[in-house]
Every structure is written in structure tokens, then in C-alpha cells.
């Protein structure tokens, strides 16, 4: 087994393991490793990485190793769309995982349902990653995280029952597919528990400047202020909040996850909560065996993109198990029929749309780390 690396047509494509010859089964990897939230492609990378090591070290599955084709989306739905392509018609990858950011996933998830080519993200949450503009499943695409409609509500009632909040503001990246479903979902949700959303504001993606929005949400003096965006907006708006006298909770979803994001806030996130798919502090087994794991290899806790990295990448060694030609449409059927299946976050049976159910863990930024809080079941 040797490491390999190429570059081709102008991406950067790793080929992590290379065995000769056409005897493995060839699998694509999208993830961000340059760009705006590459924490977040490096976590779901190294935690894709062990598993298929792990599953190589073994023996690979029903006699082939198992390659992984790398290749970097920088956060861009066009560059997703290239590499989608590369892998697809160059590669001729039997299976994809990734993307990482519901934006990103959304044009891959369309071209692997076009190509027939079946795709798990391991964390986009947003619920058209597997469903259509026509409403139907995309029946090739899978995922092995919870979807926002619940991430929404389970942060409203966190809002709404453990903080007490009555009133709540909510800032969101109008063109970013995940930050925008999150905060209508949680809007949804805390007026139908009973609270006032007293401003919905919207920016752009390049905005570094929050003081003018800031200022309006400041009038109202909400109880909470809802920020469903990724670390670096969120650290931002959470410093220039402070600095302008913003007094409210901050409340936020999975995109807070990220060893940066203390970096980017300062002490202005600590008392923040967010929602999330798992908590490294979990006493279950499963996960402590993953962290100590994890830990050995990599040198720090697992985030919850290496966290579900790992699972999509269990979940599509199962298939592949299932599937003894390593076919797409076989590996689609077996990746259906799986059920109870033990991952780190959980177990996981999908349900009519792609989706496992799961619960949801809420954390508090503290000036110690992050701090495990509670569990919310769908
Ligand atoms: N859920 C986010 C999205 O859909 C991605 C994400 C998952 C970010 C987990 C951080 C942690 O875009």
C-alpha cells in the first residue's frame, strides 16, 4: 500500500490509498480543505480516513481494499460541481461521500442522482439535500445526520424552556441554503412555543460589518439572538454584538463546531449555545472508544464532522459489505435496507426520505472548551 498524490484537471485530488490494478473499490470524497470552513473539511476527512483504514487494515471489503479519490470544494457549489463531475466521469467512483455544507451538497446530491451514483453527506442538514424541487426523494442520496427542521426546533425549545427566552432576534447569510433554512425552521418553531421573534434580518456572504443590524436588533432587547451560521460569521457577529452592548444569549446550530471559532469570538461567545449531533463527553462506550481512538491518531478531541465522517463511512462500508460487486444500484439498495446500524452518533435506520432520526446534543461555549449540556430526542 503506498500513498499516492495526483493532480488532476487543475484540482487537487488525493488519492489516499493506492493499491494497483483495478482490484479496489473506488470511492469519491468531497470535503472544503481550502476556503472559508476548512475545520470542517479536515475533521470529516481524517474521521472518513480512519474508518476506511480501520476497514482496509482488515482487509478491505469481500476481498477489495477500498480507495478514497479526495478532492477539495473549497465551500463553492461550482467547484462542487467540477469535482462531482471529476469523480464521476473520470474516476468512475462507485459512491460518493460529501459535501459537508448544505450548499455545496445540493448541486452534488443532483448530480449523483442523475449519474445514479449513490451519495451520503455526513452533515448536510438541510432537507433538499435528498429531496427535489419536485418534491421527491432523490432516492441515491442518503445522509447521516439529522435534518434542520428538527435542529430548528430542538434550539427554539432549548430557547424557550431552559433559557426562559420569550423574545428572540435572528441574523442569517440570506445565500447560504443551511443558515437560511435553520433560521426559518427555528422562527417556526419559537413563535408556535409561544415566542416573538422581534427581528429576522438578513446579510450576504462577504459582509464582515454586522454594526448596522446590530444596532436595530439591539432596540428590541431580545432574550436570545439566533445566529445559524458557520464559525467565522458567527465569531464575528458575536464580537461586534458584544462591542455594541448586545445583551442577549447567543444561540446557534452544528455550524458553531469548530476549533477556530474561540479564536475568531474571543471571550464574546462564551455562554453561547448551539445545537449539535454528538458531545465528545458522552459516557456511551461507542463514544468513548471513538474519542480515545480518534485522539490517538490525530492529537485532539473529534469534532462532530469527524464524528460523522467516521459514521458516513461506516455506514457505506456496510453497503459495500451487501453489495458483492460493488455495483452503484447494489450499494443504493443495500444502504436502504440498513437498520439499526451502531455508529458513534447514534443508530441510524433511514427513513422514506434518506434520513436517519436521532437526537440532537446541546452545548455551551465556556472559557474551558465546550461544555455538554443536554440531550433533546425527536
Ligand atoms: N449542517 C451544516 C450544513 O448543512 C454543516 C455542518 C455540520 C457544520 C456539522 C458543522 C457541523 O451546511
Redesign the pocket.
Known amino acids: 500500500m503506498s500513498l499516492s498524490r495526483a493532480v488532476l484537471a487543475g484540482f487537487a485530488t488525493l488519492t489516499f490509498l493506492s493499491c494497483g490494478g483495478g482490484n479496489t473499490i473506488k470511492v469519491g470524497l468531497v470535503v472544503p480543505l481550502t476556503g472559508d470552513i476548512k475545520t470542517?473539511g479536515e475533521s470529516t476527512r481524517n474521521g472518513v480516513m480512519l474508518a476506511i483504514d480501520e476497514a482496509n487494515a482488515g482487509g478491505g471489503v469481500n476481498g477489495k481494499k477500498i480507495e478514497v479519490i479526495a478532492t477539495d470544494d473549497k465551500n463553492d457549489p461550482t467547484e462542487t460541481g467540477n469535482a462531482g463531475s471529476k469523480l464521476l466521469d473520470m474516476d468512475r467512483v462507485v459512491a460518493i461521500i460529501g459535501s459537508?455544507?448544505?450548499k455545496c451538497s445540493l448541486p452534488l446530491s443532483d448530480k449523483c442522482q442523475s449519474a445514479k451514483i449513490p451519495m451520503i453527506t455526513p452533515?448536510?442538514?438541510?432537507p433538499k439535500v435528498t429531496v427535489g424541487e419536485d418534491g421527491k426523494r432523490k432516492d441515491y442520496i442518503f445522509r447521516a445526520?439529522f435534518i434542520d427542521p428538527f435542529q430548528g426546533t430542538v434550539g427554539a425549545k432549548f430557547a424557550y424552556d431552559s433559557l426562559k427566552a420569550k423574545t428572540a432576534a435572528v441574523m442569517y447569510d440570506v445565500g447560504n441554503d443551511?443558515s437560511k433554512g435553520l433560521a426559518d425552521y427555528f422562527k417556526a418553531a419559537f413563535e408556535k412555543d409561544g415566542g416573538k421573534v422581534t427581528s429576522f434580518e438578513s446579510y450576504a456572504k462577504d459582509d464582515v460589518d454586522f454594526s448596522a443590524l446590530l444596532t436595530k436588533i439591539k432596540q428590541f432587547s431580545p432574550d436570545v439572538l439566533f445566529i445559524p451560521d458557520?464559525y467565522n460569521k458567527v465569531g464575528l457577529i458575536a464580537r461586534q454584538a458584544r462591542q455594541l452592548g448586545v445583551k442577549a444569549v447567543f444561540l446557534g446550530g452544528?455550524?458553531w463546531?469548530s476549533p477556530e471559532m474561540a479564536k475568531i469570538a474571543g471571550d464574546a461567545i462564551y455562554g453561547g449555545y448551539f445545537t449539535n449531533?454528538y458531545s465528545p463527553d458522552d459516557p456511551r462506550p461507542e463514544v468513548q472508544e471513538w474519542v480515545k481512538k480518534y485522539q490517538t491518531k490525530y492529537g485532539q478531541k473529534p469534532d462532530?464532522?469527524a464524528t460523522?465522517g467516521y459514521d458516513a463511512a461506516l455506514l457505506l462500508i456496510q453497503a459495500l459489505k451487501n453489495a458483492p460487486n460493488a455495483k452503484p444500484d447494489e450499494i443504493k439498495a443495500a444502504l436502504g435496507a440498513i437498520k439499526d446500524f451502531p455508529c458513534v452518533s447514534g443508530k441510524i435506520t433511514f427513513d422514506e426520505w434518506g434520513n436517519p432520526i436521532k437526537s440532537a446534543a446541546v452545548l455551551e461555549y465556556t472559557k474551558d472548551g465546550q461544555k455538554y449540556v443536554t440531550t433533546i430526542n425527536p
Open positions: 470542517f459537508v455544507s448544505s452533515t448536510s442538514t438541510n445526520c443551511y458557520y452544528d455550524g463546531d449531533h462532530a464532522l460523522l
